[in-house]
């Protein structure tokens, strides 16, 4: 079984940087996409940011321009976040899975991380 474990949040300034990180561990990671997704309580689980292997990079509106999403040969993934905000308060998942199609809905998605904390105070 895969296992994605996540790293890299914590309490930031408005206007920090954070970078999380998200390492696949155990059985050989296959996925056509991996992503970050992001949920506050009482809430649904909203997309952040997605790679398409070979097809290319999927952000969501309000994030354009301030993160990045990017990956290593050994599908590590990272987030980027640069210029919070306090609406980025949020847990942040990573997630994988053999996504067909555009890779913004979670429903596509059947590994997922623990989840890490990112806080950004005012």
């Known amino acids: 079984q895969v296992e994605l474990v996540e790293s890299g949040g914590g309490l930031v300034q408005a206007g920090g940087s954070l970078r999380l990180s998200c390492a696949p561990s155990g059985r050989a990671l296959s996925s056509r996409a991996m992503g970050w997704f992001r949920q506050v309580p009482g809430q649904e689980r909203e997309f952040v940011a997605a790679?398409?292997?070979?097809?290319?990079s999927y952000y969501e509106d309000s994030v354009k321009g301030r993160f990045t999403i990017s990956a290593d040969n050994a599908k590590t993934l990272y987030l980027q976040m640069n210029s919070l905000k306090p609406e980025d308060t949020a847990v942040y998942y990573c997630?994988?899975?053999?996504?067909?199609?555009?890779?913004?809905?979670?429903?596509?998605?059947?590994?997922w991380g623990q989840g890490t904390q990112v806080t950004v105070s005012s």
């Open positions: 997630a994988a899975g053999w996504v067909l199609g555009s890779p913004t809905s979670r429903d596509k998605y059947g590994a």
């Open positions: 790679i398409s292997w070979g097809v290319g």
